[in-house]
């Protein structure tokens, strides 16, 4: 559509203006863009839906796949609940006595 419009307005103006090669060129595609911006914002507007779903549907299978992953790596019979409340444990005692990392010991 945007292509159409862009050689309606080149058209035009080579038939009723004096403007020729360059300067139509850039005349044109000012106009017919000023043009497209209003009379396909309706179109741009589903288009743009559209492109959204498409990538949305994409982002939800892999967040799936990403999911069932982290299930397939439990280990037998434990549950993802049960495997975050085990992570938060481990990661709250990483150093003891005191100790910070870099420190030397005596």
Do not use: C, H, K, Y
């Not at 299978?61 to 409340?85: K, N, V, Y």
Request: zero cysteines.
């Amino acid at each position: 559509m945007r292509l159409m419009v862009f050689l309606a307005v080149w058209l035009l103006l080579q038939l009723l203006t004096p403007l020729r090669g360059l300067w139509a060129l850039v005349m044109a595609l000012l106009v017919s863009g000023a043009i497209s911006f209003f009379l396909l914002n309706r179109q741009r507007d589903a288009m743009s839906g559209v492109v959204a779903g498409f990538f949305g549907r994409i982002n939800d299978r892999i967040d799936a796949s990403a999911r069932a992953e982290d299930f397939d790596d439990l280990p037998e019979g434990q549950t993802q609940s049960e495997r975050e409340a085990g992570d938060q444990d481990q990661g709250s005692g990483g150093l003891q006595g005191g100790d910070q990392p870099g420190s030397p010991r005596a």
